[in-house]
Protein backbone atom coordinates (compact mmCIF):
# COMPACT_ATOMS: atom_id res chain seq x y z
CA UNK A 1 0.00 0.00 0.00
CA UNK A 2 2.74 2.16 1.04
CA UNK A 3 4.61 1.70 -2.21
CA UNK A 4 1.67 2.59 -4.79
CA UNK A 5 1.14 6.00 -2.62
CA UNK A 6 4.94 7.10 -2.71
CA UNK A 7 5.00 5.70 -6.84
CA UNK A 8 1.68 7.48 -7.05
CA UNK A 9 3.27 11.00 -5.61
CA UNK A 10 6.50 10.29 -7.40
CA UNK A 11 4.84 10.19 -10.96
CA UNK A 12 2.35 13.29 -9.54
CA UNK A 13 5.53 15.14 -9.05
CA UNK A 14 7.23 14.00 -12.11
CA UNK A 15 3.79 15.11 -14.13
CA UNK A 16 3.86 18.41 -12.62
CA UNK A 17 7.67 19.27 -12.54
CA UNK A 18 6.96 18.40 -16.96
CA UNK A 19 3.91 20.32 -16.97
CA UNK A 20 5.65 23.86 -15.25
CA UNK A 21 9.06 22.91 -17.28
CA UNK A 22 6.81 22.84 -20.73
CA UNK A 23 4.88 25.73 -19.63
CA UNK A 24 8.19 27.76 -19.11
CA UNK A 25 9.45 27.26 -22.61
CA UNK A 26 6.28 28.13 -23.75
CA UNK A 27 6.68 31.19 -22.36
CA UNK A 28 9.74 31.91 -23.39
CA UNK A 29 10.01 30.91 -26.94
CA UNK A 30 5.82 32.28 -27.83
CA UNK A 31 6.74 35.89 -29.32
CA UNK A 32 3.77 37.30 -31.18
CA UNK A 33 3.87 37.04 -34.43
CA UNK A 34 4.06 40.29 -37.01
CA UNK A 35 0.46 41.11 -38.28
CA UNK A 36 1.67 41.39 -41.43
CA UNK A 37 3.34 37.55 -41.45
CA UNK A 38 0.05 36.38 -39.90
CA UNK A 39 -2.21 38.10 -43.05
CA UNK A 40 0.15 36.78 -45.29
CA UNK A 41 0.17 32.81 -43.58
CA UNK A 42 -3.73 33.12 -43.70
CA UNK A 43 -3.97 34.08 -47.35
CA UNK A 44 -0.93 31.07 -48.13
CA UNK A 45 -3.19 28.52 -47.09
CA UNK A 46 -6.45 30.01 -48.31
CA UNK A 47 -5.12 30.47 -52.24
CA UNK A 48 -3.07 27.28 -51.95
CA UNK A 49 -3.97 26.12 -55.12
CA UNK A 50 -4.33 29.81 -57.00
CA UNK A 51 -0.65 31.32 -57.44
CA UNK A 52 -2.25 34.23 -59.04
CA UNK A 53 -4.59 35.00 -56.26
CA UNK A 54 -2.10 34.97 -53.27
CA UNK A 55 0.77 37.10 -55.34
CA UNK A 56 -2.21 39.64 -55.35
CA UNK A 57 -3.32 39.49 -51.88
CA UNK A 58 0.21 40.82 -50.87
CA UNK A 59 0.04 43.45 -52.87
CA UNK A 60 -3.11 44.13 -50.79
CA UNK A 61 -1.15 43.28 -47.50
CA UNK A 62 0.94 45.94 -48.44
CA UNK A 63 -1.24 48.80 -48.80
CA UNK A 64 -2.86 47.85 -45.83
CA UNK A 65 0.91 48.28 -43.77
CA UNK A 66 1.49 51.17 -45.10
CA UNK A 67 -2.22 52.75 -44.30
CA UNK A 68 -1.90 51.69 -40.72
CA UNK A 69 2.04 53.10 -40.78
CA UNK A 70 1.04 56.42 -41.90
CA UNK A 71 -1.95 56.63 -39.41
CA UNK A 72 0.41 55.98 -36.30
CA UNK A 73 3.13 58.18 -37.49
CA UNK A 74 0.27 60.93 -38.84
CA UNK A 75 -1.50 61.03 -34.97
CA UNK A 76 2.36 61.04 -33.32
CA UNK A 77 2.99 64.17 -35.79
CA UNK A 78 0.18 65.86 -34.51
CA UNK A 79 1.11 65.22 -30.72
CA UNK A 80 4.75 66.01 -31.39
CA UNK A 81 5.54 68.41 -34.17
CA UNK A 82 6.40 71.66 -33.48
CA UNK A 83 5.98 73.10 -36.98
CA UNK A 84 2.12 73.66 -37.82
CA UNK A 85 2.06 72.39 -41.02
CA UNK A 86 4.10 69.40 -39.64
CA UNK A 87 0.95 68.85 -37.41
CA UNK A 88 -1.83 69.45 -40.03
CA UNK A 89 0.28 66.96 -42.35
CA UNK A 90 -0.24 64.72 -40.13
CA UNK A 91 -4.33 65.40 -39.45
CA UNK A 92 -4.13 64.72 -43.37
CA UNK A 93 -2.60 61.82 -43.30
CA UNK A 94 -4.56 60.07 -40.37
CA UNK A 95 -7.83 61.35 -42.11
CA UNK A 96 -6.62 59.87 -45.46
CA UNK A 97 -5.00 56.47 -44.62
CA UNK A 98 -7.93 55.56 -42.06
CA UNK A 99 -10.56 56.59 -44.96
CA UNK A 100 -8.14 54.33 -47.17
CA UNK A 101 -7.96 51.50 -44.75
CA UNK A 102 -11.80 51.42 -43.87
CA UNK A 103 -12.18 51.32 -48.19
CA UNK A 104 -9.46 48.59 -48.49
CA UNK A 105 -10.58 46.58 -45.80
CA UNK A 106 -14.38 46.18 -47.35
CA UNK A 107 -12.12 45.67 -50.78
CA UNK A 108 -10.21 42.67 -49.39
CA UNK A 109 -13.20 41.28 -47.42
CA UNK A 110 -15.24 41.08 -50.84
CA UNK A 111 -11.96 39.11 -51.89
CA UNK A 112 -11.30 37.07 -49.02
CA UNK A 113 -8.07 38.61 -48.55
CA UNK A 114 -6.77 38.69 -44.96
CA UNK A 115 -5.14 42.05 -44.16
CA UNK A 116 -3.08 42.88 -41.06
CA UNK A 117 -5.60 45.10 -38.45
CA UNK A 118 -2.68 46.21 -36.39
CA UNK A 119 0.59 48.04 -36.83
CA UNK A 120 3.06 45.61 -38.23
CA UNK A 121 6.86 44.88 -37.17
CA UNK A 122 8.37 47.67 -39.44
CA UNK A 123 5.47 49.96 -38.66
CA UNK A 124 6.24 49.94 -35.24
CA UNK A 125 10.39 50.42 -36.11
CA UNK A 126 9.56 53.68 -38.03
CA UNK A 127 7.33 54.60 -35.36
CA UNK A 128 9.59 53.96 -32.93
CA UNK A 129 12.35 55.45 -34.66
CA UNK A 130 10.56 58.87 -35.36
CA UNK A 131 9.07 59.22 -31.84
CA UNK A 132 12.80 58.93 -30.45
CA UNK A 133 13.26 62.56 -32.01
CA UNK A 134 11.90 66.20 -31.00
CA UNK A 135 11.70 69.38 -31.94
CA UNK A 136 13.33 70.34 -35.10
CA UNK A 137 14.90 67.01 -35.50
CA UNK A 138 11.01 65.74 -35.08
CA UNK A 139 10.00 67.68 -37.97
CA UNK A 140 12.60 67.09 -40.52
CA UNK A 141 12.55 63.33 -39.78
CA UNK A 142 8.96 63.41 -40.19
CA UNK A 143 9.02 65.13 -43.37
CA UNK A 144 11.97 63.15 -44.78
CA UNK A 145 10.20 59.68 -43.61
CA UNK A 146 6.91 61.04 -45.26
CA UNK A 147 8.82 61.64 -49.03
CA UNK A 148 10.39 58.26 -48.58
CA UNK A 149 7.24 55.90 -47.55
CA UNK A 150 4.88 58.17 -50.32
CA UNK A 151 7.50 57.32 -53.11
CA UNK A 152 7.35 53.88 -51.93
CA UNK A 153 3.91 53.80 -52.10
CA UNK A 154 3.52 55.39 -55.46
CA UNK A 155 6.09 52.76 -56.75
CA UNK A 156 3.93 49.97 -55.34
CA UNK A 157 0.63 51.34 -56.62
CA UNK A 158 2.17 51.58 -59.79
CA UNK A 159 3.24 47.84 -60.09
CA UNK A 160 0.27 46.72 -58.93
CA UNK A 161 -1.59 48.81 -61.49
CA UNK A 162 0.08 46.84 -64.15
CA UNK A 163 0.80 43.59 -62.46
CA UNK A 164 -2.05 42.14 -60.88
CA UNK A 165 -3.66 39.37 -62.32
CA UNK A 166 -7.30 40.54 -60.98
CA UNK A 167 -8.79 43.42 -63.08
CA UNK A 168 -10.01 45.04 -60.03
CA UNK A 169 -7.15 45.13 -58.02
CA UNK A 170 -5.60 46.40 -60.46
CA UNK A 171 -8.06 49.49 -60.98
CA UNK A 172 -8.34 49.70 -56.90
CA UNK A 173 -4.23 50.28 -57.40
CA UNK A 174 -4.60 53.04 -60.15
CA UNK A 175 -6.95 55.04 -58.06
CA UNK A 176 -4.61 55.24 -55.39
CA UNK A 177 -1.92 57.08 -57.05
CA UNK A 178 -3.53 60.68 -56.96
CA UNK A 179 -4.35 60.22 -53.38
CA UNK A 180 -0.18 59.45 -52.53
CA UNK A 181 0.90 61.79 -55.44
CA UNK A 182 -0.87 64.51 -53.84
CA UNK A 183 0.73 63.75 -50.27
CA UNK A 184 3.84 63.26 -51.78
CA UNK A 185 4.10 66.55 -53.23
CA UNK A 186 2.98 68.28 -49.99
CA UNK A 187 5.86 66.21 -48.30
CA UNK A 188 8.10 67.69 -50.57
CA UNK A 189 7.54 70.69 -49.91
CA UNK A 190 7.19 70.64 -46.26
CA UNK A 191 10.51 68.83 -46.40
CA UNK A 192 12.22 71.68 -48.43
CA UNK A 193 10.75 74.14 -46.07
CA UNK A 194 12.00 72.55 -43.09
CA UNK A 195 15.43 71.34 -43.63
CA UNK A 196 15.85 75.14 -44.51
CA UNK A 197 15.28 76.26 -40.71
CA UNK A 198 18.25 76.05 -38.10
Known sequence: MKKS???????LSAAVLTLSLGTTSCKQESKPEDSKEAAEDQNEVKFEDNNAKEDDSEFLVDAAETDLEEIEVGKLAQQKGTDEEVKSFGKMLVDDHT???????????KKQISLPLVATEDGKEAYDDLNKKTGLDFDKKFAAMMVDGHEKAIKNAEKVSKDAKDEEIRVWAANKIPTLTTHLEHAKKLKERIDKKK
Open 5 to 11: TILGKAL
Open 99 to 109: KSFEDLKAFSD
